[in-house]
């Protein structure tokens, strides 16, 4: 598989935030998102093997696992490798920007799904029928950059009847939306979901890699 980088530290995101986690990311996305904060991530890195992977998963000690990009699930290989880590007994997290078919993905994962708004310039890219496949245990994500991105996440949420099927993520496009007025928009609208800011930029810096 190519790697983009492999490296362990908190998870910044996800009900999970705040929890030491091992992040395994691989090279290249299918969408160039506005608000894209990992384009490093769309070519190079490094090769890697299945059993090197799990090796340095294993050297890292912890239980928690993130399987992410660019887009992970473009590479055929990363199922089998979600399926070996789940059998090692690690809790496995798939942050998939929803453009591609979750089916094959072991349904003891648990299943980040990034729902592009329209402000990310990709929502025409969005596969909707993921949606009616996330379960109870699944996460989906909205990054909003404004009002209207906002407005456009609850119809979604609604139209799917997301609240009480699965965890409802909301974020603030870093640096663009205040996770202030955010806030506030969900409290006004008592929306059943998450405020998910990026912890990660908040502990080790906004710019740094490897966090």
């Not at 090279?27 to 990992?38: H, I, K, Q, V, W």
């Not at 090197?52 to 990363?78: F, K, N, S, Y």
């Not at 974020?171 to 506030?184: K, N, Q, T, Y």
Request: include cysteine; aromatic fraction near 8%; hydrophobic fraction near 40%.
């Amino acid at each position: 598989m190519k790697v983009s980088e492999l490296f362990a530290s908190i998870q910044g995101e996800s009900r999970f935030a705040g929890m030491p986690c091992t992040f395994v990311r691989l090279s290249g996305c299918n969408l160039r998102c506005t608000y894209c904060d990992t384009t490093y991530a769309y070519s190079g890195g490094f090769e890697c093997s299945e059993d090197e992977i799990v090796h340095r998963v294993e050297q890292a000690g912890l239980g928690l696992v993130a399987i992410t990009g660019g887009e992970p699930l473009l590479q055929g290989d990363v199922y089998r490798l979600i399926r070996r880590l789940l059998d090692d007994g690690r809790t496995v997290l798939v942050e998939t920007n929803g453009s591609r078919s979750i089916t094959e993905v072991d349904r003891r994962a648990v299943i980040v799904l990034d729902v592009k708004t329209p402000g990310s310039g990709m929502s025409g890219e969005m596969n909707f029928s993921n949606l009616e496949q996330v379960r109870d245990r699944d996460e989906v994500k909205f990054v909003v950059t404004d009002r209207r991105d906002y407005d456009w996440a609850k119809e979604i949420i609604e139209e799917f009847r997301l609240a009480g099927k699965c965890h409802i993520l909301v974020s603030p496009a870093f640096g663009i939306v205040r996770p202030e007025d955010l806030a506030r928009w969900m409290i006004a609208d008592r929306l059943s979901a998450r405020l998910n800011v990026q912890l990660h930029k908040y502990v080790f810096g906004a710019e740094k890699k490897g966090v």
